[in-house]
T-cell receptor, first 111, second 113 residues
Framework: GEDVEQSLFLSVREGDSSVINCTYT??????LYWYKQEPGAGLQLLTY?????DMKQDQRLTVLLNKKDKHLSLRIADTQTGDSAIYFC???????????FGKGTTLSVSS | DTAVSQTPKYLVTQMGNDKSIKCEQN?????MYWYKQDSKKFLKIMFS???????INETVPNRFSPKSPDKAHLNLHINSLELGDSAVYFC????????????FGQGTRLTVV
């Protein structure tokens, strides 16, 4: 079945760049997503990338997609303490009916 | 103006009880979902539902059942609650199709004692 893998923790200093990596298994995924979950809150869609793109930039966020290696990354430039959260990578399931999430990467930003 | 709203936000109940969590979306989406997030923050799809089809994750016990009175609502009923059901349950909605982007509610933290 589908599987999405992420490293569980990342710690950076304020002002540095953060790079969160993800690998996925379903090569038919047309969209891949990044969600953010702050403590005690629901999931918020950060950005998504269409599978025919290699890169997408949105302000401080850059998404890179390597379809050959089934690797997705999220780069956050000038990381702030407010970026501390859990970041989930997601792809759709093979039935195309729901999202399959990675286990989430907890980003900790220290000042 | 909340897009996807769930009630209650917190639910504490005893083992063996039956409980429901309500979900409503005002986005006009035709697909709704229930996800379970365990204590390690892992998220798993439980159900996806549109007005035509209910798709159940085969790992979900049949004590869990979604009920949809109309397109804007998908409630989650849980019978004979067990300690292992303690988790945060998220409702979500989406337009379905190729782009399965989902909009999430704030979650219901269920604690079974």
């Amino acid at each position: 079945g589908e599987d999405v893998e992420q490293s569980l923790f990342l710690s950076v200093r304020e002002g540095d760049s953060s790079v969160i990596n993800c690998t996925y298994t379903d090569s038919s995924s047309t969209y891949l997503y990044w969600y953010k979950q702050e403590p005690g809150a629901g999931l918020q869609l950060l950005t998504y990338i269409f599978s025919n793109m290699d890169m997408k930039q949105d302000q401080r966020l850059t998404v890179l997609l390597n379809k050959k290696d089934k690797h997705l990354s999220l780069r956050i430039a000038d990381t702030q303490t407010g970026d501390s959260a859990i970041y989930f990578c997601a792809e759709k399931d093979q039935a195309g009916t729901a999202l399959i999430f990675g286990k989430g990467t907890t980003l900790s930003v220290s000042s | 103006d909340t897009a996807v709203s769930q009630t209650p936000k917190y639910l504490v109940t005893q083992m063996g009880n039956d409980k429901s969590i309500k979900c409503e979306q005002n986005l006009g989406h035709d697909t709704m979902y229930w996800y379970k997030q365990d204590s390690k923050k892992f998220l798993k799809i439980m159900f996806s539902y549109n007005n035509k089809e209910l798709i159940i994750n085969e790992t979900v016990p049949n004590r869990f059942s979604p009920k949809s009175p109309d397109k804007a609502h998908l409630n989650l009923h849980i019978n004979s609650l067990e300690l292992g059901d303690s988790a945060v349950y998220f409702c979500a909605s989406g337009i379905g199709g190729m782009n399965t982007e989902a909009f999430f509610g704030q979650g219901t933290r269920l604690t079974v004692v």
